[in-house]
Structures are given as C-alpha cells and as structure tokens.
C-alpha cells in the first residue's frame, strides 16, 4: 500500500539546510496499521506530509496506494483519507455541511453526500450535532468529525497524523474506539504518527521509530520491546554491605545482562522478569542476603527508544506538551 | 442501532470532477456560512451606504462643483463600489490565514479538488456580497437623483467581478506568502491600499490634485477601473475609458492568478 526508497527532505532555512527527512525506506501492506513513532522534529509529519502529497520530496520516490507521489499526486489524493495534526473542519462551517461537501469532492451527489454524513455522523457519536457549527463543538467532538471527514470516501489508505493530540484521556480513547473499529469494517491500512507510547504500543501491529530523519528500528512492538529493550528486575538490600552478593545473585540468575548497583539497588535486564524475579529473591534468601524491596519491570517502548537513542520519548513528549507544535517543519 | 452502509454506492474515484465543478463547489462553500449569518450579511449590505451617507454630503458640499460632469452622485457612486469591492477583495486573505492555521486549508489540500479552482472558488466567493451591495447602493441611491445606465450598471457590475477576482487572488497570494508570519497580512495590505485608493480618485477628484500625483495615478490600475465604472453608469459604454478600465481589470485578474496559484503550488513544494 505504501512503498518508499530513499524518500528525503531538505528544507532551506536561514540557518542553512535542514535535513528534515534522510533516506527513509519504508513499506507498508494492505491492511497494516502501522505506527510512526519518535521525537518532536524527527520527520515524521514531513514523511506523512511527502506521502499525502502536501509537499514534494527533495528525492526518492514513493508509491502510495499504486500511485506515484511525484507523477500521479492527483490519483493519490482520490485514494487516500488523510486527518492531520489541525482541524480539518473550517470553524465557521456547520458540522453537516463540511461532511456534504467532503463527499461532493469524491464525487457523490448531495442526496448520497448527506446519506453518507449522517452514516458517519451515527458512527462517529456525532448524532445530533449536524448543525452545530464547528468552532461551537468540543475539541473530542472536533477531531471525530475530522476523522468523518477522512472516511467519507471509504478510502483504502488513512493518515492519521497525532489524530488524539491535545485530548482527555476519556476522548482519546472514544476517538481510537471510533477508528479501530471502522478500519475493521473497511478493511483499511492505517498508517499515524503519534507522540503517545501508549498508543502505539495497544494499537500498531508494527512501530517506525524514527530519529533524526531516519529510521532506526521497524518491527511489532512486542518484538521491539524484546530484543532492544527486555525485561528488568530491581531488587534492594537491607545492608548496603551486601550488595555485591545481592548483584552476583541477580548476574546468576538466567539470561540476566547489563547488571547495574546504584544506590541500595541491584538493577539487571533478563529474559522474562516474572520468572527471573522469584528466581533471584530465592537464592538471594538461601545467600543470607535481606531484601526489602524487589521489582520486576516489562519494557515500554520508552525504554526501546532510550536504547536506540540514550533519549527519553517521554521527556520529549512532556517538554512538548508545555510548548507544544503545528509542525515539526513549516513546509 | 445499525448504522446505513452506503459503502456500495460510493462512486469510482479514479474520476476527476470538473474544472468549473470545483472551483463552484469551493464558492459554495466559502458563501454558506455568510449566507447562514443574517447579522454579518446585513452589516456587509449596509456598510456602504453609511459610507455614502457619511461621506456624500460633505463631498458635494465642499469639491461638487469641481467634479467632472458636477453630478456629485454619478461621480461618486460608482467610486464607493469599486471601493466596496476593493476592501472587501483584499481582506479576504485572512479568512485563508485562519483556515490555514486552523487545519482547514490542509484537509482541502489533500482532496482531489483542482488547488487552482480552490484559489478561484474562494476569490469568486468575495464577488457575491460584492454585487449584492453594489445592487443595493444603487437602488437606495435612485430616489436621490442617482439615475445610471441600466446596461452600464449590469457592465460594471462584471468589470468589478472580474477586477475583484484578480484582487482577490492576490490577498490569497499574500496571505500564503506570509503565513508564518501572519501579522505581515495585514501590515502589507493596509500599506497597499490607501495608496492605491487615494491615487484612483475614488474619493476625490484627482484633477485638483498637484502634478505628481496625476502622474503617480497613472499607474494605478485602480483609477481606470474607477474612470470605466463612471463611464458605464453614465451610459458611455463604447468609450476608450471602458476599454482602458477593461484593460486593467482583465490584467488584474490575470496577474492575481497567476501569482495565486503559482504561490499556493510553491506552498506544497
């Protein structure tokens, strides 16, 4: 559904160039749901922006959904749905008409167009705000019909570009309902760029980390996690005297790696923690070594990150949510 | 409940809509929400008039007999619509500015509608409020004495359409030219406008005026739009003044889409 070689953006700003986006080669199937995950400024909305046609690429080529970007940016736009970052709804629309016309742009006629907003309007909990106007809407309310907007034309391929940024936690998850169950009914590839780990990790059958323009990791989450990250165990001494006894424990233990002391604590990586846990409070017991706190940690995809980088996503996230963006890149 | 599917009925994509189709459809859309607010459309309608009502009197007591023919309101009339669509075309811009920051232009963007139609679209939008407050001017105006040329009226009123979308183009123009920095916006088009209002003559007559500013104003544009809308409400309709004012409105036009739409295209580079 999605193919790219070598797709790169370069952006002249006063500083000098900025390599926005540096070779990225990517591939999505038919039907993938597929995350972009990284840091504010890495190229992700420039890489959704080259594949939605909203800028062109410096080089490389994409095909997405059979068209070329570069040759057939027309055919692209008939056969995607896209939801960026803004509203998509003009403010001094009513909700309907937005939908209606949506719909006249793909080609149907109003009688259809309106028969197709009020479907989306039930779909999407939007039932009875058909003549709102948008800027009287909530913000949860606002980015539903953004998403209607990009379903109207029941297209095969949907960007979603930080499609729950700036919501409560209750509407992001009203929001993902909405769209997971939709691209079920239509049997849709989704590919959406988020700063939210959480997200990426319940929803994407496959995670692009992305950094500096590049792409630095692509698997399941699951996979992820496992080979870059692994689970990890922390276990505290009551007497600071036996913390080297407590650290030979935990390095006995199976599969244990990376073993670290800091503080009052024994902190290694291990194949699965909740097996290695209960394996190193035993020998650690039987060691006459006394511990008063033991933890065992699954990875997040914060932690893959950090691996890959030496950097937090979530510090980045948090540094953003204060001040927070449009864009990474003014195109 | 189960929701419709209309799933079958959604049409082959791989047909582009027409041309005209789109740049209608963006005029439509653009007009609803003017047209859903009554308050904005009356203050809109009424603007003009107040001007008029303001402005006339003092006008004609002070430079009426100076003006050219001495019917004050055949003089100025015509003036106040061109300056009606004047201030009207160049501030359109900013609702693109606001839908740009908004989202809105983007998701538009990224539809199959042809970007020059949607450049048009919303330039053609501005015209409508323009000829209905034009329509109405003249008839508030038609018991006062004010007795135009009904074909001329009708020729105006396509000259000023035709001048309004190619200054309307050209706030679009600016407006994407300047929008990360939006406040440019308006910086640029207030220090356009009044040099180009006052040195069309629109307001005052320019042959009072000291000589560098009749040759200053014979480079605007404006003033022989301002000279053929005259023309054509006195019913002077094959005249060169037509001609002229024809001239700079179809080189208007022509100018604000081209750089229109050459701006929006760099927009996506």
Redesign the interface.
Known sequence: MIRTTGLTKDFTAKSGTVHAVRGIDLEVAPGELVAVLGPNGAGKTTTIRMLTTLTAPTSGTAQVAGADIAREPGTVRRRIGYVGQGNGAGHAQRAVDELVVQGVVYGLDRRDARRRAAELMTQLDLDGLATRKVSDLSGGQRRRLDVALGLVHAPRLLFLDEPSTGLDPHNRANLWEHVLRLRQEHDMTVLLTTHYLDEADAMAERVVVVDDGRVIADDTATALKHTLAGDRVRLAAADPADLPVLAAVVGGVPGARDVAVAGDEVEARVADAPTALPVALAEAAARGVRVVRAEGRQPTLDDVFLSLTGRSLREEGAARAEAPETAEVAA | ?T?????E?????????SWWG?AW?VMT?EL??TL?DPFSVVFGLVQPLVFLGLFGPLLAGSVGATVPGGDVWAWFVPGILVMTTLFGTSTTGANLL??M????H??L?????ARSAQLVGRAGKEMAPVVAQSLLVVLVMLPFGFAPHPLGVLAGLVLLAVFGVGVGSLSYALAIAVR?QDWMFWAVQQTLLFPLLILSGMLLPLETGPRWMQVAADANPLRYVVDAERALFAGDLASATVAWGAVAAALTAALGLVVGVRTLSR???
């Open positions: 409940m929701a419709p599917t209309l799933t009925t959604l049409p082959a994509r791989e047909t582009a809509r789109d459809l859309r609803t929400p859903r606001f839908e920051q908004t989202g809105a983007e998701r963007l990224v539809t199959p509608l990360q927009s996506t580079r």
